[in-house]
């Protein structure tokens, strides 16, 4: 059984900064990518970022030059660093881990954490 537990949401003001973690637990050999999703209120989920195990990036236009991703193989850990927030990335933010090997291959989701930006 793998499970995702992100932390680091919250609240903060317009121009503030926040770090996600999100941590895969479970008998995992190995993770292929992991990557950021959030979901504002009302509207459909977005690719936020990804990272491979390898540490090749993308990242969505929106969050280009403010948003960073970072991952500890070691950990299975995942991270986000969100600066310069705007009202706009108000959202819950999941995290997510493709091909995790087990023994067989899967897909998991994380149960997602709120950021909420004020203005």
């Known amino acids: 059984q793998v499970q995702l537990m992100e932390s680091g949401g919250g609240l903060v003001q317009a121009g503030g900064s926040l770090r996600l973690s999100c941590a895969a637990s479970?008998?995992?050999?190995?993770?292929?990518?992991m990557a950021w999703y959030r979901q504002p209120l009302g509207k459909q989920r977005e690719l936020v970022a990804t990272?491979?195990?390898?540490?090749?990036?993308y990242y969505a236009v929106s969050v280009q030059g403010r948003f960073t991703i970072s991952r500890d193989n070691t950990k299975n850990t995942v991270y986000l660093q969100m600066n310069s927030l705007k009202p706009e990335d108000t959202a819950v933010y999941y995290c997510r881990a493709d091909r995790v090997f087990t023994g067989s291959w899967h897909d998991y989701w994380g149960q997602g954490t709120q950021v909420t930006v004020s203005s």
């Open positions: 479970g008998s995992i050999f190995s993770i292929d990518t």
């Open positions: 990272i491979t195990s390898g540490g090749t990036t």
